[in-house]
């Protein structure tokens, strides 16, 4: 195969997002929509990738970074003018130039090459990606000779009423012989109402200087479908969360209800593990071999060992280990680390900790900044109080303590080995290695304190 140049055009701002973003940068599936058509046109493995970019162009440059070449398009004057801004680009370069748009996130790089291979095949200045709409309506119309070659494309607004019977329409998606594409650009010219660049013209030019366009067409239109609105972004999120949840099924996942079931791309599931409903497993998590995760759970950027159990619950940039249990109702934070065999309880809050293999925060508890060695016990309602108001400092907790209920320690401290920390007390010293640890005021019960409190308020 020839070497490819892909040119990804996204300098609109698509003012029917109703948005003061670009459109291009809208979020899909933990994404921003214009990295689909970056991803396609990378899994070619083009020797130029050039970005046209336009409003809120630094914008798109600091997201994609040096992953591409820019061209600034700062008057946007039609397709045309926008390949155009990528031409200085292609100077040297001989091969195939494949054109996409930065809105088209179902398309696959599998119908991108077949696009190429059939320029080639076919010796054809350029090949054009066809597809037929259920409804064509405000899409070029793809006209073809009787022997089915392809002639032309007609706008819609230029559609007579035998355009208007043709459902095969063009998707804009193209690929050109390089050298084809930059001698029609410099005759095209904007004769029309609009007064712009259109690359549709590129075609006619390439078709009256003698040269063969061909088509491949898209048997489903779903792939070539670009995303103008909110409406049409939701209907992607659909979609492509159908294809992640189908891989899945097929790869020995059990969802229980897809279509309450949100799994970002790219994220590993093992095999028998079940996702419940309402569950979101967002960027970079990976959860291992016979998990069950959910209901109303969400994970984010974290790894969840094999046999572990997740429900209601909430975590974020951390690490969970094999066997563990967690939930109902915990918030675990960045930075922590659940060795396995852990179990945390119900209404417990864990951040940038450490709990060691086989250790409990039953319920009701707050870890923070914290170590925790292997099978400690932390009764309900404990507290690692790690803020002074300027500085978060550290606890230590040996192997094998126990926090009773109740229980505040005054961070930093460090709680040794089989050390036992008194319900209710509040720590404020380090605890040597198997003492117990009382530090509350001793209790005095007053004989007769309520009857004596009623007699003088009834006495006023």
Not at 292 to 309: E, L, N, Y
Request: proline share 4%.
């Amino acid at each position: 195969m020839r070497r490819i140049a892909a040119i990804v055009l996204a300098a609109g701002l698509g003012t029917r997002m109703k948005s003061s973003l670009v459109k291009t940068m809208h979020p899909l599936r933990g994404k921003p929509l214009i990295r689909y058509s970056i991803d396609a046109a990378k899994e070619l493995e083009p020797a130029r990738l050039i970005l046209v970019v336009g409003h809120q162009a630094e914008r798109i440059m600091d997201t994609i970074g040096s992953e591409a070449a820019y061209a600034v398009q700062h008057e946007q004057k039609g397709t045309a003018h926008a390949v155009m801004q990528a031409v200085p680009f292609l100077e040297g370069f001989d091969g195939d130039v494949v054109v996409l748009y930065a809105d088209m996130p179902l398309l696959t790089s599998s119908l991108i090459r077949r696009l190429v291979e059939t320029r080639s095949a076919g010796a054809y200045a350029a090949t054009v990606l066809t597809s037929v709409f259920s409804n064509p309506s405000g899409y070029g119309r793809v006209m073809r000779d009787p022997a089915g070659e392809f002639l032309e494309i007609v706008e819609d607004r230029d559609c007579g009423l035998a355009e208007r019977q043709v459902d095969e329409v063009n998707t804009g998606v193209y690929c050109f012989d390089s050298r084809a594409l930059v001698e029609a650009l410099e005759r095209v010219r904007p004769d029309n109402a609009q007064g712009e660049y259109y690359l549709t013209d590129v075609l006619g030019i390439i078709k009256s200087a003698g040269r063969r366009v061909g088509t491949v067409v898209a048997e489903d239109e779903t792939l070539v479908a670009g995303i103008n609105d909110r409406k049409q972004l939701a209907w992607a999120e659909r979609v492509l969360r159908d294809r992640q949840l189908d891989k899945l099924m097929l790869s020995g996942v059990t969802i229980i209800d897809p279509s309450s079931t949100f799994i970002d791309d790219g994220i590993e599931v093992g095999r028998d593990t079940v996702i419940k409903p309402m569950t979101f497993l967002e960027r970079g998590t990976v959860v291992g071999k016979g998990c069950t995760i959910g209901p109303s759970t969400r994970i984010a950027d974290s790894v969840i060992g094999d046999g572990s159990t997740v429900e209601f619950s909430v975590i974020e940039e951390s690490c969970v280990g094999d066997d563990v249990r967690v939930g109902p109702f915990n918030h675990i934070r960045s930075g922590t680390r659940l060795c396995p065999g852990v179990k945390v309880g119900n209404f417990a809050e864990i951040k940038n900790s450490t709990i060691g293999a086989g250790s409990k925060v039953p319920h009701h508890s707050y870890v923070g900044d914290a170590d925790v060695g292997e099978g400690v016990n932390m009764g309900a309602g404990c507290v690692t109080v790690n803020y002074d108001g300027k500085r978060k400092h550290r606890t230590v907790i040996g192997d094998r303590a126990f926090v009773g209920c109740n229980v505040n320690i005054i961070a930093p401290r460090k709680i040794g080995d089989r050390a036992y920390l008194a319900a209710g007390s509040t720590v404020n010293a380090d605890v040597p290695p198997g003492a117990l640890s009382i530090a509350r005021a001793r209790q005095e019960n007053k004989e007769g304190w309520v009857k004596r409190k009623m007699e003088e308020e009834q006495g006023r």
